[in-house]
């Protein structure tokens, strides 16, 4: 790690008390994390030094599919839809994704740029590197499935506990189906 190089660990809701201004800040998932997103951009803003670089690095609760295999009753669309409705009531957006740029502009911040990936939900791309991508992006959904919806489905939308495990269970067949060629942006 370079001399000047230092990483700064804190609560990013709460008032940032940093004496010093950074020549970087860098974030990575922060959907769902945080309530206020123009104040946190704002403290972003007045923490960089002249000429600083914020990046941002999220994934976007939307399914995609370039060539519409997504089923028309799609386990997975209505998991991704109902888990990204129930933090929205609680004012914990998993869109900060598709907001990020349009922030960073009304605050004021200058060559503002986004560039979106394609991240595979499986293996099913024919590209090597983005089949390599697939797998991991299965295993890290897999994973997520039902810590995502649980307790949000559960508890902001009263769903049963029986209910958010067929659901999962329905999605998580789906997802593994190399048929299916679903994306998420990141």
């Given at each position: ?57 999220d994934?976007?609760m ?73 797998g ?6 897999d ?6 919806a ?15 495990i ?8 789906e997802?593994?189906?190399p ?8």
């Open positions: 790690m370079p001399p000047n190089c230092s990483f700064e660990i804190d609560d990013l809701e709460k008032p940032w008390t940093w004496s010093k201004k950074f020549d970087f800040i860098f974030s990575r998932t922060l959907n769902g994390s945080i309530l206020d997103p123009v104040r946190l951009v704002d403290s972003i803003y007045n923490q960089l030094e002249p000429g600083g670089w914020f990046e941002a690095q994934v976007s939307e399914a995609h599919s370039d060539d519409d295999t997504i089923p028309e009753n799609s386990s997975l669309v209505q998991w991704a839809t109902e888990v990204v409705d129930a933090m929205e009531k609680i004012n914990r957006s998993l869109k900060l994704a598709s907001r990020w740029k349009q922030l960073l502009i009304d605050r004021g911040f200058e060559d503002v740029r986004e560039i979106v990936y394609k991240w595979p939900t499986n293996t099913w791309p024919r590209d090597k590197t983005m089949k390599d991508i697939g991991w992006g299965l295993a890290n959904l994973s997520f499935l039902e810590s995502a649980l307790g949000t489905l559960t508890t902001i939308k009263g769903w049963s506990k029986e209910e958010v067929v659901l999962c269970s329905q999605a998580r067949k997802m593994r189906d048929r299916i060629h679903i994306w998420w942006p990141v």
